[in-house]
Protein backbone atom coordinates (compact mmCIF):
# COMPACT_ATOMS: atom_id res chain seq x y z
CA UNK A 1 0.00 0.00 0.00
CA UNK A 2 2.97 2.37 0.70
CA UNK A 3 4.83 1.49 -2.65
CA UNK A 4 1.27 2.26 -4.34
CA UNK A 5 1.30 5.45 -2.53
CA UNK A 6 4.58 6.98 -2.87
CA UNK A 7 4.54 5.91 -6.74
CA UNK A 8 1.52 8.69 -6.80
CA UNK A 9 -1.74 6.20 -7.65
CA UNK A 10 -3.02 5.60 -4.02
CA UNK A 11 -6.76 6.34 -5.02
CA UNK A 12 -7.55 9.17 -2.56
CA UNK A 13 -10.24 7.39 0.09
CA UNK A 14 -13.57 8.81 -1.34
CA UNK A 15 -15.40 6.08 0.01
CA UNK A 16 -15.14 3.84 -2.67
CA UNK A 17 -11.31 3.23 -2.87
CA UNK A 18 -11.52 -0.73 -1.65
CA UNK A 19 -8.12 -2.97 -1.33
CA UNK A 20 -9.20 -6.69 -2.18
CA UNK A 21 -6.10 -9.00 -1.80
CA UNK A 22 -6.17 -12.79 -1.57
CA UNK A 23 -4.25 -14.60 1.35
CA UNK A 24 -3.57 -17.52 3.84
CA UNK A 25 -4.33 -15.28 6.73
CA UNK A 26 -1.38 -12.93 7.79
CA UNK A 27 -1.37 -10.70 4.72
CA UNK A 28 -5.24 -10.27 5.39
CA UNK A 29 -4.83 -9.47 8.91
CA UNK A 30 -2.04 -7.17 7.86
CA UNK A 31 -3.80 -5.28 5.16
CA UNK A 32 -7.08 -5.18 7.91
CA UNK A 33 -5.40 -3.59 10.38
CA UNK A 34 -3.40 -1.09 7.97
CA UNK A 35 -6.31 -0.12 6.12
CA UNK A 36 -8.53 0.77 9.36
CA UNK A 37 -5.89 2.97 10.34
CA UNK A 38 -5.71 4.90 6.79
CA UNK A 39 -9.52 4.56 6.02
CA UNK A 40 -9.45 2.07 3.09
CA UNK A 41 -12.32 -0.76 3.21
CA UNK A 42 -11.03 -3.66 2.32
CA UNK A 43 -12.29 -7.60 0.92
CA UNK A 44 -10.18 -10.56 2.21
CA UNK A 45 -10.38 -13.79 -0.30
CA UNK A 46 -9.40 -16.82 1.80
CA UNK A 47 -9.42 -20.30 2.27
CA UNK A 48 -12.63 -21.45 3.73
CA UNK A 49 -9.89 -24.19 5.34
CA UNK A 50 -7.76 -21.17 7.11
CA UNK A 51 -8.36 -21.46 10.81
CA UNK A 52 -11.79 -20.25 11.66
CA UNK A 53 -9.65 -17.45 14.41
CA UNK A 54 -8.16 -16.18 11.25
CA UNK A 55 -10.77 -15.05 9.51
CA UNK A 56 -12.12 -13.23 12.52
CA UNK A 57 -9.30 -11.45 13.30
CA UNK A 58 -10.10 -10.24 10.01
CA UNK A 59 -13.44 -9.60 10.40
CA UNK A 60 -13.45 -7.96 13.63
CA UNK A 61 -10.66 -5.64 11.63
CA UNK A 62 -13.63 -4.57 9.73
CA UNK A 63 -12.90 -6.45 6.71
CA UNK A 64 -14.94 -8.24 4.22
CA UNK A 65 -14.31 -12.07 4.19
CA UNK A 66 -14.76 -14.44 0.55
CA UNK A 67 -14.26 -18.01 1.78
CA UNK A 68 -12.61 -20.19 -1.55
CA UNK A 69 -12.76 -23.95 -1.45
CA UNK A 70 -8.71 -23.77 -1.94
CA UNK A 71 -6.05 -24.81 -0.67
CA UNK A 72 -4.25 -23.75 2.67
CA UNK A 73 -2.30 -20.91 0.67
CA UNK A 74 -4.03 -19.76 -2.20
CA UNK A 75 -2.73 -21.71 -5.37
CA UNK A 76 -1.04 -19.66 -7.67
CA UNK A 77 -0.78 -20.24 -12.28
CA UNK A 78 -2.73 -21.63 -15.18
CA UNK A 79 -6.02 -23.28 -13.99
CA UNK A 80 -6.23 -22.44 -10.56
CA UNK A 81 -9.55 -20.67 -9.88
CA UNK A 82 -10.37 -20.33 -6.29
CA UNK A 83 -8.71 -17.32 -4.15
CA UNK A 84 -6.58 -15.70 -6.59
CA UNK A 85 -8.88 -15.73 -9.62
CA UNK A 86 -11.59 -14.63 -7.77
CA UNK A 87 -9.98 -11.52 -6.35
CA UNK A 88 -8.54 -10.85 -9.64
CA UNK A 89 -11.91 -10.83 -11.23
CA UNK A 90 -13.58 -8.79 -8.79
CA UNK A 91 -10.70 -6.34 -9.19
CA UNK A 92 -10.30 -6.53 -13.21
CA UNK A 93 -14.17 -5.52 -13.23
CA UNK A 94 -13.96 -2.38 -11.46
CA UNK A 95 -10.44 -1.25 -11.78
CA UNK A 96 -11.54 2.38 -10.51
CA UNK A 97 -12.93 1.44 -6.65
CA UNK A 98 -10.40 -2.04 -6.36
CA UNK A 99 -7.03 -1.85 -5.68
CA UNK A 100 -5.20 -5.69 -5.38
CA UNK A 101 -1.59 -5.61 -3.67
CA UNK A 102 -1.27 -8.96 -5.49
CA UNK A 103 1.47 -10.08 -2.93
CA UNK A 104 2.29 -13.28 -4.93
CA UNK A 105 4.06 -10.89 -8.18
CA UNK A 106 4.27 -7.55 -5.62
CA UNK A 107 8.13 -6.76 -5.67
CA UNK A 108 7.60 -4.45 -2.26
CA UNK A 109 7.11 -7.74 -0.64
CA UNK A 110 10.40 -8.73 -1.33
CA UNK A 111 12.13 -5.44 -1.08
CA UNK A 112 10.24 -5.60 2.41
CA UNK A 113 12.72 -8.42 3.17
CA UNK A 114 15.38 -7.29 1.49
CA UNK A 115 16.01 -4.14 3.36
CA UNK A 116 14.11 -5.03 6.47
CA UNK A 117 14.28 -8.78 7.79
CA UNK A 118 17.56 -9.53 6.25
CA UNK A 119 19.42 -6.21 7.55
CA UNK A 120 17.99 -7.53 10.83
CA UNK A 121 19.52 -11.16 10.61
CA UNK A 122 22.58 -9.10 9.66
CA UNK A 123 22.78 -7.28 12.75
CA UNK A 124 21.08 -9.52 15.43
CA UNK A 125 23.46 -12.50 14.45
CA UNK A 126 26.44 -9.58 14.20
CA UNK A 127 27.33 -11.04 11.04
CA UNK A 128 27.85 -14.84 11.97
CA UNK A 129 24.51 -16.23 10.31
CA UNK A 130 25.42 -19.51 8.63
CA UNK A 131 22.43 -20.87 7.92
CA UNK A 132 18.46 -19.76 7.42
CA UNK A 133 15.31 -22.16 6.84
CA UNK A 134 12.00 -20.54 6.10
CA UNK A 135 8.70 -21.66 4.71
CA UNK A 136 7.31 -20.44 0.90
CA UNK A 137 4.08 -18.77 0.51
CA UNK A 138 4.50 -16.06 -1.59
CA UNK A 139 8.34 -16.59 -1.71
CA UNK A 140 8.95 -12.85 -0.71
CA UNK A 141 10.52 -13.83 2.58
CA UNK A 142 13.32 -16.43 1.14
CA UNK A 143 13.88 -14.27 -1.62
CA UNK A 144 14.30 -11.30 -0.05
CA UNK A 145 16.25 -12.90 3.24
CA UNK A 146 18.15 -14.60 1.37
CA UNK A 147 19.14 -12.47 -1.51
CA UNK A 148 20.38 -9.86 1.38
CA UNK A 149 22.27 -12.44 3.28
CA UNK A 150 23.92 -13.47 0.29
CA UNK A 151 25.22 -10.03 -0.54
CA UNK A 152 26.78 -9.54 2.38
CA UNK A 153 28.23 -13.74 2.59
CA UNK A 154 27.80 -15.14 -0.25
CA UNK A 155 28.11 -18.55 1.88
CA UNK A 156 25.20 -18.30 3.67
CA UNK A 157 22.91 -21.11 2.59
CA UNK A 158 19.68 -20.62 2.29
CA UNK A 159 17.07 -23.62 3.42
CA UNK A 160 13.26 -23.78 2.08
CA UNK A 161 10.99 -25.92 4.07
CA UNK A 162 8.72 -28.13 2.22
CA UNK A 163 5.23 -29.60 3.89
CA UNK A 164 3.86 -32.86 2.07
CA UNK A 165 1.37 -32.60 -0.15
CA UNK A 166 -2.33 -32.06 0.84
CA UNK A 167 -0.22 -30.34 4.02
CA UNK A 168 -2.13 -28.27 6.95
CA UNK A 169 0.58 -25.98 7.22
CA UNK A 170 -1.13 -22.34 7.02
CA UNK A 171 0.95 -19.91 4.83
CA UNK A 172 2.68 -22.48 2.80
CA UNK A 173 2.84 -24.25 -0.09
CA UNK A 174 4.54 -27.75 -1.50
CA UNK A 175 5.47 -26.95 -4.91
CA UNK A 176 4.50 -30.84 -6.63
CA UNK A 177 0.75 -29.54 -5.91
CA UNK A 178 1.11 -25.96 -6.40
CA UNK A 179 3.18 -23.55 -8.99
CA UNK A 180 5.66 -21.46 -8.01
CA UNK A 181 5.02 -17.92 -7.29
CA UNK A 182 6.19 -15.01 -9.95
CA UNK A 183 7.82 -13.64 -7.05
CA UNK A 184 9.61 -16.51 -6.06
CA UNK A 185 10.60 -17.25 -9.45
CA UNK A 186 11.87 -14.57 -10.09
CA UNK A 187 14.76 -15.51 -7.84
CA UNK A 188 14.76 -19.04 -6.99
CA UNK A 189 18.33 -19.68 -7.33
CA UNK A 190 19.08 -17.97 -3.87
CA UNK A 191 17.77 -21.32 -2.76
CA UNK A 192 20.48 -23.85 -1.83
CA UNK A 193 18.29 -26.94 -0.54
CA UNK A 194 14.88 -27.83 0.14
CA UNK A 195 13.80 -29.84 3.55
CA UNK A 196 10.48 -31.89 3.73
CA UNK A 197 8.52 -32.58 6.40
CA UNK A 198 5.04 -34.09 6.79
CA UNK A 199 2.72 -33.34 8.90
CA UNK A 200 2.73 -35.70 11.81
CA UNK A 201 6.48 -34.30 12.36
CA UNK A 202 5.57 -30.83 12.43
CA UNK A 203 2.69 -30.94 14.60
CA UNK A 204 4.58 -32.97 17.08
CA UNK A 205 6.99 -30.19 17.55
CA UNK A 206 4.52 -27.85 18.68
CA UNK A 207 4.37 -29.44 22.35
CA UNK A 208 8.22 -30.13 22.80
CA UNK A 209 8.77 -26.33 21.75
CA UNK A 210 6.35 -24.99 24.35
CA UNK A 211 7.49 -27.86 26.92
CA UNK A 212 11.64 -26.57 26.49
CA UNK A 213 11.20 -22.76 25.30
CA UNK A 214 7.19 -21.81 26.32
CA UNK A 215 6.90 -20.51 23.06
CA UNK A 216 3.22 -20.83 21.52
CA UNK A 217 3.76 -21.36 18.01
CA UNK A 218 2.37 -21.95 14.63
CA UNK A 219 1.80 -25.14 12.53
CA UNK A 220 4.38 -23.07 10.37
CA UNK A 221 6.87 -22.21 13.26
CA UNK A 222 6.86 -25.91 14.43
CA UNK A 223 7.52 -27.23 10.89
CA UNK A 224 10.92 -24.84 10.54
CA UNK A 225 12.52 -26.29 14.00
CA UNK A 226 11.39 -29.49 12.82
CA UNK A 227 13.24 -28.97 9.29
CA UNK A 228 16.48 -27.10 11.37
CA UNK A 229 16.08 -29.97 13.77
CA UNK A 230 16.78 -32.52 10.77
CA UNK A 231 19.04 -30.55 8.79
CA UNK A 232 22.92 -31.85 9.34
CA UNK A 233 25.18 -28.67 10.23
CA UNK A 234 28.62 -28.40 11.37
CA UNK A 235 29.91 -27.50 14.90
CA UNK A 236 29.98 -23.94 14.96
CA UNK A 237 27.17 -22.81 12.09
CA UNK A 238 24.50 -19.86 14.04
CA UNK A 239 21.37 -21.42 12.47
CA UNK A 240 18.00 -18.99 11.97
CA UNK A 241 14.58 -19.88 11.32
CA UNK A 242 11.97 -17.55 10.76
CA UNK A 243 8.96 -18.27 13.07
CA UNK A 244 6.73 -16.07 10.77
CA UNK A 245 3.57 -16.57 13.53
CA UNK A 246 3.06 -17.72 16.70
CA UNK A 247 -0.11 -20.00 18.13
CA UNK A 248 -3.30 -17.81 19.22
CA UNK A 249 -4.99 -18.22 15.62
CA UNK A 250 -4.66 -22.42 15.81
CA UNK A 251 -6.51 -22.96 19.19
CA UNK A 252 -9.46 -25.24 17.19
CA UNK A 253 -6.63 -26.50 14.30
CA UNK A 254 -4.63 -27.70 17.87
CA UNK A 255 -7.79 -29.41 19.44
CA UNK A 256 -9.17 -30.78 16.07
CA UNK A 257 -6.32 -32.35 15.55
CA UNK A 258 -5.38 -33.41 18.84
CA UNK A 259 -2.02 -31.93 19.57
CA UNK A 260 -3.63 -29.97 22.70
CA UNK A 261 -7.34 -29.79 24.41
CA UNK A 262 -8.29 -26.35 24.48
CA UNK A 263 -7.40 -26.45 28.46
CA UNK A 264 -4.10 -27.52 27.31
CA UNK A 265 -4.12 -24.34 24.72
CA UNK A 266 -5.37 -21.86 27.38
CA UNK A 267 -2.96 -22.65 29.80
CA UNK A 268 -0.20 -22.93 27.18
CA UNK A 269 -1.05 -19.70 26.38
CA UNK A 270 -1.05 -17.91 29.49
CA UNK A 271 2.28 -19.29 30.31
CA UNK A 272 3.71 -18.71 27.23
CA UNK A 273 6.25 -15.80 27.09
CA UNK A 274 5.84 -13.99 23.37
CA UNK A 275 2.43 -13.73 23.82
CA UNK A 276 0.74 -10.38 24.24
CA UNK A 277 -2.65 -9.79 23.69
CA UNK A 278 -4.06 -7.40 21.25
CA UNK A 279 -6.94 -5.41 21.45
CA UNK A 280 -8.69 -6.71 18.79
CA UNK A 281 -9.53 -10.26 19.68
C1 LIG B 1 2.64 -18.22 8.56
C2 LIG B 1 3.52 -18.02 7.39
N1 LIG B 1 3.04 -17.42 6.30
C3 LIG B 1 3.83 -17.24 5.21
C4 LIG B 1 5.12 -17.66 5.20
C5 LIG B 1 5.92 -17.54 3.96
O1 LIG B 1 6.32 -16.29 3.69
P1 LIG B 1 6.33 -15.77 2.21
O2 LIG B 1 4.92 -15.47 1.83
O3 LIG B 1 7.17 -14.55 2.28
O4 LIG B 1 6.90 -16.82 1.32
C6 LIG B 1 5.66 -18.23 6.31
C7 LIG B 1 7.07 -18.59 6.32
O5 LIG B 1 7.56 -19.18 7.26
C8 LIG B 1 4.84 -18.43 7.41
O6 LIG B 1 5.31 -19.08 8.48
Known amino acids: MDDKGRRGARHAYTGKSI ?11 ALAGMAKILGYAV ?17 NLGAQVYETSD ?18 SIASSR ?23 GPEIWAQTAGKVTHLFTGVGTGGAITGIGTYLKERNPDV ?47 SRVGEILA ?19 YNVLEGACVVGIFADDGRKFRSVYSDLGVM ?21
Open 19 to 29: IIEPTSGNTGI
Open 157 to 203: KIIGCQPQQDHLIQGWRNFEESAKPDLFLKREEVVDDWVHVDNEEAF
Open 71 to 88: DLCPKVGVGTDQSIALAT
Open 261 to 281: SNDEFDSALEGAMHVSVPDYE
Open 212 to 230: NDRLLVSPSSATVYACMDK
Open 95 to 117: PHIYYSPNQYANEANFMGHYKGT
Open 43 to 59: EIVIPEEASEETKQIIR
